[in-house]
């Protein structure tokens, strides 16, 4: 019996400890408020970092790319894709300024990024895009996402026919 009672008052003691840290926890001085612009706008930020880091990486490997001048663009399209808990891609259309050093003028060329991350490790993969260029991908079409253009030539993760958003 005393072990029985030790176990309800342990219970109860660890239930009113739980209970003391969530309502500390919930404090509004802890969080900042954020607008819906700045929401918005730290997940541009965030998401254009993520496509410069797969366009140094592609143009680490290319020789076309050696001694050109660039900035980023624009990011133009993007869509979130959640096979499983394990893995999920991002699949982003942008553009970069991009001028030869001999040259006076940019040109603007549009690209394609995949940012995979598969049991915590982010994998990048990126290349240039034709004006018409257009491949397909299950992830991206199934959820609506008509505008966002694909390399023909593949070498990024096409999702699955049947998944659809937000339970893939």
Not at 70 to 80: A, I, K, R, S
Request: glycine fraction near 6%; proline fraction near 3%; hydrophobic fraction near 25%.
């Amino acid at each position: 019996e005393e072990l029985r009672r030790s176990a309800k008052e342990y219970r109860a003691e660890s239930e009113e400890s739980y209970h003391d840290d969530c309502r500390s926890n919930d404090s509004d001085d802890d969080y900042e408020e954020l607008s819906d612009q700045q929401i918005i706008e730290n997940g541009r930020k965030w998401m254009s970092e993520e496509v410069m880091i797969a366009f140094k990486k592609y143009t680490e490997n290319c020789a076309d790319q050696t001694g050109l001048d660039y900035q980023f663009g624009e990011l133009l399209h993007q869509c979130l894709n959640v096979e499983n808990y394990y893995k999920t891609f991002h699949h982003f259309n942008f553009t970069m300024k991009m001028k030869d050093p001999t040259s006076s003028g940019w040109r603007v060329e549009l690209y394609f990024a995949e940012i995979m991350q598969m049991f915590g490790k982010k994998h990048y993969f990126c290349c240039p895009l034709e004006s018409l260029e257009d491949g397909h991908c299950y992830g991206c079409k199934n959820q609506g996402v008509n505008d966002l253009k694909h390399p023909a030539t593949g070498g990024f993760d096409q999702g699955c026919p049947a998944s659809t958003f937000p339970y893939m």
